[in-house]
């Protein structure tokens, strides 16, 4: 079979559509027996007529007829999922429903298609293979996946990227106490990984945009001091793109760590689509990185918690990285997940750079209509990196597109000082901010949820919009639709005046507080710090107002959600500027997660 014809298959979830087609008898796990055990409630809601055979329960019988209707219209409950609106009103069917959701006529059942997933639903039986052990068709998906991707060896995983992270730095982290370089600004597994595997991080402060005020990722002088310093830690790990779409080359990164021996680890989970397409950034994987974490289902179409973990080059023990992944993925693993990630690649490999072709028109057309609404203004680099080299542009045999771009211009985009840190954005990442200062961003998260949009994320200023290929035309209009009226109702149609220029926005960035700035000033680096799972004692912790606990050691993670990067480390002394960062957090309406009191009135710090 030729290399087009092989990939365009999708190998797992042609096994699945096997086995249901097979009609066999389940005498295996899950219970639901393919769907069975929900069969004839959906069938009985779609013809009207009673099942087949009738469970009655014996206290209905001895209670009369009124009790059998009783019995008659509880077991007429079944599930059902459907749109309604503040009225009761079923918004695709029209039907009403009693205050307390119950449909009035129609009993709630299962919905066919949920039905039709059970039927593809399976374990590990003759024909689908094991995740944990592939020799069939699960191994051949994971092959045309490392193909697709551009890795030597890629793996399914189906708790999302938080199993990528947590394997990746249980198999860096081989010993106890072992240093790992890691990004400061991090999603809360790779702490959890930290905690898992009894390391010491020494966390590197990201660079931050002096015109937006958000921080991306650590400088390559950054890392190469932080080596320098700890040439034993087993690896470095970074977070790129952030959860704004923002990033930068991390060629000269990998270099350094490659240069020391170290592996560069990536959380990559916004840039499962990188590469794919001339109009988006080079992938972590293209850059030299030696383990890649993607959530495929974030920006690609898989199934929820479906994502890959991809690995090149020889400094990752692949031995130890499978028995990892064991370790903290289910030994039950969801097949329908598993083929989702399985379809996913497949769209890749079939329609290449045109799967994204209808997505980027949707974010044009919002552009075009962002550019007649003036008050409210588009991220944007100051100096964007090429993601790939112009239209007659040749890359020499044997150089990177990051080289090459150096020869042809003198300098990457990456070394220039001013744009270290920022010049590139996924275009499938729209964040917009209200120029007039009206609306914070979770204000204006709010009002455009009213309108039917909901966005991905907001925080005090920003707020960010996730298109994908999946995007239409239709989609950004109604969008566009929803900015005009929130425009409108606000008293603002024409405030071109009031625009926050780019200069203006970066006066004020010193003090802009996002969920993603989770800084130490004055410090590339920090000690290394302890983590594990041993849990601090509560007679040793006590509570003490928010205002009062600078200085203070947390006794507790503090982390603003989303995106779920923790401001403080249990451990950790405040500072002044922490203190206030989370107090502003707080007051505009951030959610917190890892506190015991959620309102973030009191901390829990530990005792002098």
Same mark, same amino acid.
């Given at each position: 079979m030729d290399h087009k014809n092989k990939s365009s298959r999708a190998p797992l979830y042609e096994a699945l559509l096997a086995y249901r087609d097979s009609k066999q008898r389940s005498f295996h796990v899950p219970g639901h027996k393919n769907g069975q055990a929900y069969r004839h409630l959906v069938e009985e809601a779609e013809t009207g007529q009673p099942p087949i055979k009738e469970i009655v329960n014996e206290e209905h019988q001895q209670n009369g007829e009124t009790q059998r209707d009783v019995g008659k219209n509880a077991n007429h409950r079944v599930e059902r999922f459907s749109s309604v609106d503040e009225h009761g009103t079923d918004l695709e069917s029209g039907e009403h429903f009693d205050d307390d959701g119950a449909q009035s006529e129609l009993e709630l059942v299962p919905v066919r298609s949920f039905l039709e997933m059970m039927e593809i639903d399976v374990t590990e039986i003759t024909g689908t293979d094991d995740l944990h052990h592939p020799e069939g068709v699960i191994q051949e998906a994971q092959e045309l996946a490392a193909d697709c991707f551009g890795a030597e060896e890629?793996?399914?995983?189906?708790?999302? $990227?938080?199993?990528?992270?947590?394997? #990746? =730095? #249980?198999?860096?982290?081989?010993? !106890?106490?072992?240093? *790992? =370089?890691?990004?400061?600004?991090?999603?809360? $597994?790779?702490?959890?990984?930290?905690? =898992?595997?009894? %390391?010491? %991080?020494v966390f590197?402060? &990201?660079?931050?945009?002096?015109?937006?005020?958000?921080?991306?990722?650590?400088?390559?002088e950054t890392v190469q001091a932080a080596v320098q310093s700890y040439p034993e830690a087993k690896g470095v790990l970074v977070t790129l793109p952030n959860y704004y779409g923002m990033g930068a080359d991390l060629t000269p990164i990998a270099e350094v760590c490659h240069d020391a021996g170290m592996p560069l680890l990536v959380d990559e989970a916004h840039g499962a689509h990188y590469g794919q397409h001339p109009e988006l950034p080079v992938s972590a994987l293209s850059c030299?990185?030696?383990?890649?974490?993607?959530?495929?289902?974030?920006?690609?179409?898989?199934?929820?918690?479906?994502?890959?973990?991809?690995? +090149?080059?020889?400094?990752?023990?692949?031995? #130890?990285?499978?028995?990892?992944? %064991?370790?903290? +993925?289910?030994?039950? !693993?969801? @097949? &329908?997940?598993m083929a989702s990630l399985d379809l996913a690649r497949r769209l890749l490999h079939v329609q290449g750079a045109d799967t994204f072709t209808a997505g980027l028109a949707a974010v044009s057309a919002f552009k075009r209509g962002l550019a007649e609404l003036p008050r409210f203004q588009l991220l944007q680099p100051a100096q964007p990196l090429q993601p790939e080299p112009p239209a007659g542009f040749a890359v020499p045999a044997g150089m990177s597109v990051s080289a090459a771009q150096q020869t042809r211009e003198g300098l990457t985009a990456a070394a220039? !000082?001013?744009?270290?840190? @920022?010049?590139?954005?996924? !275009?499938?990442? %729209? *964040?917009? @901010?209200?120029?007039?200062?009206?609306?914070?961003? @979770?204000? #204006? +998260?709010?009002? =455009?949820e009213a309108c039917g949009c909901v966005p991905e994320m907001s925080d005090e200023r920003y707020v960010v919009l996730l298109f994908s290929l999946g995007s239409t035309v239709q989609d950004a209009q109604h969008l566009l639709q929803a900015l005009h009226h929130i425009s409108s109702a606000n008293g603002h149609e024409q405030i071109q005046s009031n625009a926050e220029p780019p200069q203006q926005l970066a006066k004020g960035s010193a003090h802009y507080i996002s969920t993603w700035n989770n800084l130490q000033e004055n410090t590339r680096y920090s000690e290394p710090i302890f983590f594990t799972l041993q849990p601090i004692v509560e007679t040793d912790t006590i509570n003490v107002p928010i205002e009062e606990s600078a200085g203070c050691r947390s006794a507790e993670m503090v982390v603003p959600y989303p995106p779920g990067i923790p401001l403080v480390y249990p451990g950790e002394r405040l500072s002044p500027s922490m203190v206030a960062r989370i107090q502003l957090l707080r007051d505009e309406g951030a959610k917190f997660h890892g506190v015991s009191d959620a309102s973030l009135q009191v901390l829990k710090v530990m005792k002098d």
């Open positions: 890629s793996f399914f995983l189906v708790g999302g $990227s938080t199993a990528g992270n947590l394997s #990746l =730095l #249980l198999t860096v982290c081989d010993e !106890p106490n072992s240093i *790992v =370089l890691v990004q400061r600004n991090v999603h809360k $597994s790779v702490i959890h990984g930290l905690m =898992l595997a009894g %390391a010491r %991080a590197l402060e &990201p660079w931050v945009d002096s015109v937006s005020g958000l921080a991306v990722m650590p400088s390559v030299g990185a030696d383990g890649v974490v993607q959530s495929t289902h974030k920006m690609l179409t898989a199934f929820t918690m479906g994502a890959m973990l991809h690995i +090149q080059g020889p400094r990752l023990n692949r031995s #130890l990285l499978r028995q990892r992944l %064991a370790m903290v +993925q289910s030994s039950s !693993p969801s @097949y &329908p997940v220039m !000082p001013a744009a270290a840190g @920022y010049t590139a954005q996924d !275009p499938f990442k %729209a *964040v917009i @901010y209200d120029g007039a200062g009206v609306l914070s961003g @979770y204000g #204006l +998260q709010q009002q =455009l």
